[in-house]
């Protein structure tokens, strides 16, 4: 399911952006634009971070 502004996936735009991460169980739709905003280190790439699901597991 996709969230759309417009003509705008709005999940898309934060993947690419650095502000959300591709949730592969689910879906392999934002892939290229999370491996795109690692490769730029945009947003959360620029930087080290535990992806959410790693941190559930230690919290």
Known sequence: ???LAGDT???EALVEQG???AYRRYSQDYVTAE???KRAE???WQGRFDAPWDWRKKN
């Open 1 to 3: 399911m996709r969230c």
């Open 42 to 44: 945009r947003g959360i």
């Open 35 to 37: 491996q795109d905003a």
């Open 19 to 21: 502000l959300a991460m």
């Open 9 to 11: 996936d709005i999940g």
